[in-house]
């Protein structure tokens, strides 16, 4: 587990300073000093690196909202645990950048795609759906599609940050959600 462990401190390293793009799997052993085949003794390519990294990210980033989540007795309160799991993940150094660089990726890559596609990866429409749903008063309108809709906000916005956009803030992002999903929810 020793050899594993490096070579994923490596990528994550690597990922956070280069990107996941330009980061070789070459790259990955020789900063870790182990030969490249070490690297296929636990993953099969460098999409299933990644994607094993950015499940345990998420799966930190949730730990934080449990018990905020159990907490919330209303919609008010349970958009304020959402909004502040996205804004973990903005506040997560370079990792927001390789995330969505990750995603754009996966986007060319029907495999890599359909397995980011699962909520452990994402805030997904079908998680964001169960999160919400008990919260919610009069719903009308899909929580799945609203979740759709609050992801792709939230990537947006992150697409607007690393081009440098200062149009917008996080400010904006919280009440753009908060505003739209308590509309829906009330509609």
Same mark, same amino acid.
């Given at each position: 587990m020793e050899t594993h462990d490096e070579l994923r401190a490596s990528a994550v390293h690597l990922f956070g300073e280069k990107g996941f793009n330009s980061t070789t799997i070459s790259e990955i052993t020789d900063h870790a000093g182990y030969a490249k085949g070490n690297f296929y003794r636990y993953w099969k390519s460098k999409d299933d690196l990644f994607l094993s990294i950015m499940e345990e990210k998420?799966? $930190?980033?949730?730990? /934080? /909202?449990?018990? !905020?989540?159990?907490?919330? !007795?209303?919609?008010?309160?349970?958009?304020?645990?959402?909004?502040?799991? $996205?804004?973990?993940?903005?506040?997560? #150094? =370079?990792?927001? =950048?390789?995330?969505?660089?990750?995603?754009?990726?996966?986007? #060319?890559?029907?495999?890599?795609?359909?397995?980011?596609? =699962?909520?452990?990866? /994402? $805030? !997904?429409?079908?998680?964001?759906?169960?999160?919400?749903?008990?919260?919610?008063?009069?719903?009308?309108?899909? !929580? =799945?599609?609203? #979740?759709?809709?609050?992801?792709?906000?939230?990537?947006?916005? $992150?697409?607007?940050?690393?081009l440098g956009s200062t149009v917008i803030d996080k400010e904006d992002l919280r009440q753009a959600i908060r505003t739209l999903v308590l509309h829906i929810d009330h509609a």
């Amino acid at each position: 587990m020793e050899t594993h462990d490096e070579l994923r401190a490596s990528a994550v390293h690597l990922f956070g300073e280069k990107g996941f793009n330009s980061t070789t799997i070459s790259e990955i052993t020789d900063h870790a000093g182990y030969a490249k085949g070490n690297f296929y003794r636990y993953w099969k390519s460098k999409d299933d690196l990644f994607l094993s990294i950015m499940e345990e990210k998420y799966q $930190l980033y949730r730990a /934080r /909202r449990v018990d !905020s989540l159990d907490q919330a !007795s209303s919609m008010d309160d349970v958009i304020e645990v959402i909004i502040d799991f $996205l804004e973990q993940i903005l506040d997560d #150094g =370079k990792w927001a =950048k390789v995330f969505l660089e990750f995603t754009i990726h996966a986007a #060319g890559n029907d495999e890599v795609r359909s397995e980011l596609n =699962k909520s452990f990866y /994402r $805030l !997904s429409s079908d998680l964001f759906a169960g999160i919400v749903e008990p919260h919610r008063e009069n719903p009308t309108y899909p !929580s =799945k599609n609203l #979740g759709g809709i609050v992801t792709a906000l939230f990537e947006g916005f $992150l697409i607007q940050i690393l081009l440098g956009s200062t149009v917008i803030d996080k400010e904006d992002l919280r009440q753009a959600i908060r505003t739209l999903v308590l509309h829906i929810d009330h509609a």
